[in-house]
């Protein structure tokens, strides 16, 4: 499969992802249900992120080892990474992508709020 592209409302933060995700996770911790992203994960050498840092801004909280990226002119969630020393691995939100190139994609839910497992089977 080819390099799937995809992009912020304002187009200013763009992401390339090496394929389709196989499923997505959709968290209700504090932060991720305000957002409504979807997450897809991915290791950080297989993304590429083009207007970062320039076109963005990130928020780090909590426990401190991830930064959830945001455009700073639309404001779109565009992914979160991880702060030094705390992987390899991020998330890229897949609504920044067009339905059609993400295919029918499986959404887990996750409850980062309170037990920390996934809620489906």
């Known amino acids: 499969m080819s ?8 187009g200013a933060v763009r992401l390339a992802i090496p394929r389709a995700p ?11 249900r305000r957002l409504g992203a979807l997450w897809a994960y991915y ?5 590429t992120i083009e207007g970062e840092p320039e076109q963005t801004t990130s928020y780090v909280w909590g426990d401190q080892t991830l930064r ?3 455009c700073r ?3 779109c969630a565009t992914h979160w990474s991880p702060l ?6 991020m ?4 609504r920044m992508f067009d339905p059609e190139a993400i295919g029918d994609v499986r959404i887990r ?3 980062g709020a309170d037990t920390w497992r996934y809620l489906d089977p």
Do not use: M, Q, W
Request: hydrophobic content about 25%; charged content about 20%; aromatic content about 2%.
């Open 3 to 10: 390099t799937l592209h995809g992009a912020c409302h304002c």
């Open 22 to 32: 196989e499923k997505a996770t959709n968290c209700n911790c504090s932060i991720c």
């Open 43 to 47: 290791e950080v050498s297989e993304v």
């Open 68 to 70: 959830t990226v945001r």
């Open 73 to 75: 002119h639309c404001g």
């Open 84 to 89: 030094p020393g705390h992987g390899t691995r």
């Open 91 to 94: 998330a890229v939100n897949i």
């Open 109 to 111: 839910r996750f409850d």
